[in-house]
């Protein structure tokens, strides 16, 4: 009696954990997909891939400022260039990042900031990341797009903070 009652703990002590590691992931990826709202980044929206250039906010790309140490990046990809290239921002700032292609696939790697996402003719992608080191981060096309596709870059600037932004 005493020999089985041994066998049953093994069994036990296999049988338990066997249910608590796939009942404790299960629990892991609805606690993260709904209360901490990790998720791959889907589609935001679609436009006409043949009127990007005309449809808004991609006819004018650029920076603008949404509220106070927040941006938006309206930026559209094409062979081989990013408009716009070149972003400046002051420490600290939020950047969103709205991006489409004008022609092929082309893919936007910010690679300290954690931004990585593919940009797909007329199929609006948005990633977000805070930037609080000053510094150039560069903008990288990481999806292979014809035979530049090397030169393919840009830069977000973060300036340091001045005096009178830091009191404010
Ligand atoms: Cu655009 Cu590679």
């Given at each position: 009696m005493k020999r089985g009652t041994t066998i049953y703990l093994y069994e036990l002590a296999w049988i338990l954990p066997s249910f608590a590691i796939p009942v404790g992931m299960l629990v892991a990826l609805i606690v993260t997909a709904f209360g901490a709202g990790v998720h791959l980044v889907g589609v935001e929206g679609r436009i006409d891939p043949t009127k990007v250039g005309q449809t808004a906010p991609f006819d004018k790309p650029g920076l603008v400022e949404i509220a106070p140490g927040q941006?938006?990046?309206?930026?559209?990809?094409?062979?081989?260039?990013?408009?716009p290239n070149e972003i400046r921002v002051p420490a600290g700032s939020t950047v969103h990042f709205w991006a489409t292609s004008k022609d092929v696939v082309h893919g936007l790697l910010i690679p300290r900031a954690n931004v990585n996402v593919m940009l797909l003719p007329g199929q609006i992608a948005h990633a977000q990341a805070r930037f609080d080191a000053p510094g150039e981060y560069p903008i990288i096309c990481h999806e292979y797009c014809g035979i530049a596709h090397h030169t393919m870059a840009g830069k977000v600037i973060v300036e340091p903070r001045r005096t009178a932004e830091v009191a404010r």
């Open positions: 941006y938006e990046v309206r930026m559209t990809a094409q062979i081989w260039t990013f408009a």
